[in-house]
């Protein structure tokens, strides 16, 4: 079993800048083999990738945040964060991590709420 733990959540004012983390943990996981994504659902929508990273330090973003957010991972400390900058004002939604060899994998962290107000 996997247990990821996201945090960092809040609110923040548009055009502002908040950096989640997430936090992996299981006795018999091996963070650096995983790949690594962080997903959003906003009410009433299905929940959409926003940024993923391979093992191997391979990224790609949906293209709603490219050049706005930015995916990295410390294996060190087995977690994974995403730099969100120049947030838009839209509904709120609440951030998943996810990890697995193939995306999305089986594990998924309980979500973080990001509202962003004008």
């Known amino acids: 079993q996997v247990q990821l733990v996201e945090s960092g959540g809040g609110l923040v004012q548009a055009g502002g800048s908040l950096r989640l983390s997430c936090a992996a943990s299981g006795s018999t996981f091996t963070f650096s083999i995983n790949a690594i994504g962080w997903y959003r659902q906003a009410p009433g929508k299905q929940r959409e990738l926003v940024a993923a990273?391979?093992?191997?330090?391979?990224?790609n973003y949906a293209d709603f945040v490219k050049g706005r957010f930015a995916i990295s991972r410390d294996n060190a400390k087995n977690t994974v964060y995403l730099q969100m900058n120049s947030l838009h004002p839209e509904a709120p939604a609440v951030y998943y991590c996810n990890i697995g060899r193939v995306l999305p994998g089986a594990y998924w962290g309980q979500g973080t709420q990001v509202p962003v107000s004008s």
């Open positions: 990273m391979r093992s191997g330090g391979t990224t």
